[in-house]
Structure formats: C-alpha cells, structure tokens
C-alpha cells in the first residue's frame, strides 16, 4: 500500500503539533510520502507564516527595511527546530531568501519558502529525501497548471524513492523557472498530485477538524460530520461555500480515482471522512451536506409567448456573456424565465444588461430581486427516495421561510433553494434539523 499524506498549517505550526505528525507518519509504513504545508496558527490571533511571508515581501518590495519581519519567520522555524532537537541550520536558506526578497523574486516566490523551509525541517526530522516543487510542479507561460507534465514529472522523481517529502503550494513556470504558487490553501492540491503521480492507494489530509460537516458550525452549533462522500458532491458543496479542501484538490485524485480521507491531526483515532468515486453506502440522513451562499440577484424576464420564440434564451444570455457576467441558475416558466446572478459581478454592469435585454427580446417586463441566498441541499442517497422536497419545503413552512426559487438538477443529487438573505440562517438550521437526527 501506498499512501500520501498532506498536514496543514495548524498540524505544523510548532515542534509539539509536529512531534503529533511525526508519530502519525512512522505509525503506519504505507504512509510514505509527505506533503507539508508552511507553519500555520499557533493560537487564534497567531499569524501564519504564509501571511508574514507575504506582509515581508511587501516591505521588501516597497524598499522599506524588513529585518525586523525577517527575523521573526526565522524564529518561528527555529523554534521548531530547537523543540525538535534537530542537528540541523537553516541559515544558508534564510541567507538566498533574504537576498531574493531585497532582489524583489517575487510574492509568489516569497510565499513559497514557508513551505519549502517547512519541507526542510520535515525531511530532516522523519529522515525522509526532500523533493523540491519547483523541478516537478509545471506551470505554462500564462500561470496555468500543467497536469500531464507534472504527472510525468513527478513520477519520474518519484520512482526511485521509497519516502519523500514534497512541500506543498507551489511549482515553477516552465519556460523561465520562477516560482508560482497555487493560490491560498494550495498545499491540498499539491498532495493530490502526489498521489496521482504515485498511484496511492489513499491520500490522506490532514487538518485541525475530524472531517466534512453536514453544514458550516457557524450557522448549527455542533453539525454532525460526514463519514462518506463523494467527488461530485464535494465539488456542489464546496461549489457553494462548505471548505475543507481546496476546491481544485480533487482533480488530481478524481482522474485515478483515488479517495481522500480527511484526518484530524488533533484526534488521529478519529475515522474523518472519505471522499470517494462512488460508493453504495447511503448518506446517514438521505442528505449528505447543505451549504449557501449570500448575495445574489435574480433577473425575471416575462413575455407572452416566449416558449415559441426561437433564440429568446440565446438573446437573454447573451447580454451577460457580452458583459462578461457568469450565470449561476436559470429556473424557467412558459412565459417567463430568471437568470440568477451574482450581485457584485451583476450590479457594475447592471444597465448596459438590461438595455441589451431590452433591445433583443423586447420583454413585456423585467423585475430584478437583490439580497437572494442559495441554499444547496446535497446528496446522493435523494434520488432514490420519494418526499425530499416536501420534507424540505415543509421544513422550511414551519421556520417561516419564504422560498423565491428552486432549482432542481436533473441528476437529482442537489435540490438549490433561493431565500432572502435574512432567512438564511434560518433556513439552512430547519432543513438540518428536518434531515440529521
Ligand atoms: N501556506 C499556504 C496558505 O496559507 C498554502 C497552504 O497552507 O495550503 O495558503
């Protein structure tokens, strides 16, 4: 077996989080390659060092003096290394940052070395090789990833190592070298490419929480966690707000179909959550997760007769593609049909829409409805159930929750709900409580 295993900032912040890593990584031998991210929170109002990275860049860049910033980061890795107990200085790699950072290398460059000073301390503490991104993780000209390269890249790398340790968050531009980072929380897609490249069996994440919740604590206090679940309905949830993982971390895995359990470093015993392919196991509670979004804006379009007017969806789509405006839903009647919207991407172009609607379709009317919220009710066990929607629209009856619209896709994995803003909370606590027992 074979297993990569990605630890987040908050499971690395301090020598005491990393010593909990360390006796993860050797309890299992399968566990053999490691993908780490920078330092996180030590404590709430603590700083990631990602973040001091950035702030000391910005200082170095405005040619403002930055050894004060510098030498904090540098602690917190000595730090580390001094709880560790490590035979092991960092001072030649402080020196090359430090020269770069005053030679502007870069933001992405800066920010990279959190993990890549991280990556040092882990290879040396677990006596494992260190592997650096930059020869492996390929980016094209314009900053797009290059999944096939790297795959090949990295496998190669790969082959002949037994253990590894791959920083997580970044790669570099092929054609020049430079550093790119993925953007923030990247490290989650880093490891997925590592299991990819391996053929894992499993990739392991992990994080500071005993896996994905039903929906966000903020809004139910205590949710229940989610032993199963699958790509597709990660990608709806965290589509629609729910975080774990970084949203483009299950590419990599999805294509080799390999499954990624969410660990917690805190409580390693924990069994977390499985994201999967595909599994016969039914979701718990008929639904597998709920998550929203605030602030969006529905456009009511209304004509007699639009059914059989060739081209109208076209004409009315096409003001806000020209505007450069991303459609969310498109729930429609026989005589009328609503583009739902974001709100901050619809309002700066909200004339020159309406007056191209205008001019094309010549509708009877259009009305425009602000401070909306989507409300995703996944999963796939509803399928095969009769009464999800009744349960749900009775659920939300009964808090005194006025529903605008619903949209239901036709793989009947998500029923979407849309709700004023003010009945938000409202609504995602009565579904929750109308499905979890
Ligand atoms: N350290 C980076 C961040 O804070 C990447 C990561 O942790 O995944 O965003």
Known sequence: MKKVVKFGGSSLASSEQFKKVGAIIRADHDRRYVVPSAPGKRFSDDTKVTDMLYACYDAAEKGEDFSAQFEAIKERYNDIIKGLKLDLSLEEDYAVIEKNMKEHAGADY????????????????????????????????????MPLRTNKLMAKKLANLENAVIPGFFGAYINDGKIKTFSRGGSDITGSIVARAVEADLYENWTDVSGFLVTDPRVVENPKSVDIITYRELRELSYMGASVLHEDAIFPVRVAGIPINIKNTNRPSDKGTLIVAATSQKSENIITGIAGVKNFIAVDITKDMMNSEVGFCRKVLSAFEDNGVSIEHMPSGIDTMTVIVKQDAFQPKEQMILSA????????SIEIETDLALIAVVGRSMRAVAGISAKIFTSLANANVNVKMLDQGSSELNVIIGVNNKDFEAAIKAIYNAFVK
């Open 110 to 145: 800066a920010a990279s070395r959190g993990e890549y000073l991280n990556g040092k301390i882990m290879a040396a503490y677990l006596g494992y090789e260190f592997v650096d991104p930059a020869e492996v993780i390929m980016f094209d000209e314009d900053g797009d990833f």
């Open 357 to 364: 609607i205008q001019r094309s379709v010549k509708p009877d």
